[in-house]
């Protein structure tokens, strides 16, 4: 089972960047495959980013180019990297880690960026 805490977001305006972080609370991390969503009021989850086990990563359209999704498995912690924000980047973004069919989810850190 793990466990897992967001940390990063914030307030940032057009162009910016900004990172997230997700701890994990498991010994075995570098076992799980890892991603991160994000979700604004009155829309459902979407995928932002997704890194595998073995350093597979996989991004949504909306975000190729700009986000870069990273894992450092001595600290088990994933990172979300975010150049070039855009207001439609607004949403509360999940850290998810899914193994052999398991899935679990952070809380959520706020990123809103303004105009």
């Known amino acids: 089972q793990a466990q897992l805490v967001e940390s990063g977001g914030g307030l940032v305006q057009a162009g910016g960047s900004l990172r997230v972080s997700c701890a994990a609370s498991t010994v075995i991390f570098k076992f799980y495959n890892m991603g991160w969503y994000r979700q604004d009021p009155g829309s459902q989850r979407e995928l932002v980013a997704t890194i595998t086990s073995d350093g597979i990563t996989n991004y949504a359209d909306s975000v190729r180019g700009r986000f870069t999704i990273s894992r450092d498995n001595t600290k088990n912690t994933v990172y979300l990297q975010m150049n070039s924000l855009k207001p439609e980047d607004t949403a509360v973004y999940y850290c998810?880690?899914?193994?052999?069919?398991?899935?679990?989810w952070g809380q959520g850190t706020q990123v809103t960026v303004s105009s």
């Open positions: 998810n880690a899914e193994r052999n069919g398991f899935q679990y």
